[in-house]
């Protein structure tokens, strides 16, 4: 069975260009997770899907930072303008239902901002 | 607000060695906790899950233990390997159902 699946892994670019994040879970999980980790920090939670519904979204940065999951099924996370704050890995995560479900993580997504 | 920590930092270890991870966090009111691994350009992978009504759980080499009432979990991994030097992570799932992810452990298991 394939895992989360994430691309690009590696983008660079420069501060307020626009970038995008694609995520396909693992097939039947309902709940997808948006985490951003900083070098030597722990995954924050930018957003939470239950299905299409953003049920949790109070961390995600609503100026810059937009997401979507169109039919419940992929993901797609975008910054516009990126910032060099920004430069973390972006990991997407998927679990079978809310709560109480071991979470699977894609690879990541790395963001240098220039 | 839920606050995780994990000492030590980074931990260094001859192979064959026994050694516990710690991981605490400031509120008791959890549903479960999760140790997770992660190996360097990686995302993570999760070893453990324990539930708030359970006191440990066991894979393999790994056992994890929970203690709600002091806000404890430990990571316990028996007879180490170089294959076990990665970044270990705990993270608590509390009311409004999102993980709270400690800075992590950094092992290395020196041959």
């Known amino acids: 069975e394939a895992g989360v699946v994430q691309s690009p892994r590696y983008k660079i670019i420069e501060k307020k260009q626009p970038v995008a994040f694609w995520c396909n879970p693992i097939?039947?999980?309902?709940?997808l997770y948006w985490y951003r980790q900083n070098l030597g920090q722990g995954p924050e939670l930018l957003i939470r899907?239950?299905?299409?519904?953003?049920?949790?979204d109070s961390q995600l940065p609503k100026d810059r930072f937009s997401a979507e999951r169109l039919k419940g099924v992929d993901s797609t996370l975008k910054i516009q303008p990126a910032e060099l704050g920004d430069s973390a890995v972006y990991l997407c995560?998927?679990?079978?239902?809310?709560?109480?479900?071991?979470?699977?993580f894609g690879e990541g997504s790395w963001l240098t901002v220039v | 607000k839920q606050e995780v920590t994990q000492i030590p930092a980074a931990l260094s270890v001859p192979e064959g060695e026994n050694l516990v991870l710690n991981c605490s966090f400031t509120?008791?009111?959890?549903?479960?906790l999760q140790w997770f691994r992660q190996d360097p350009g990686k995302g993570l992978t999760s070893l453990l899950l324990?539930?708030?009504?359970?006191r440990e759980q066991t894979s393999g080499r790994l056992n994890a233990s929970l203690d709600k009432s002091s806000g404890r979990s430990t990571l316990y991994i028996a007879a180490s390997q170089p294959g076990d030097s990665a970044t270990y992570l705990c993270?608590?799932?509390?009311?409004?159902?999102?993980?709270?992810f400690g800075k992590g452990t950094k092992l290395s298991v020196k041959p």
């Open positions: 324990i539930q708030s009504s359970q």
């Open positions: 509120d008791s009111a959890i549903y479960n």
């Open positions: 097939s039947g999980h309902n709940t």
């Open positions: 899907y239950e299905n299409e519904e953003a049920v949790d």
């Open positions: 993270a608590v799932e509390g009311s409004q159902g999102n993980l709270i």
């Open positions: 995560a998927s679990s079978p239902a809310y709560s109480g479900n071991t979470i699977y």
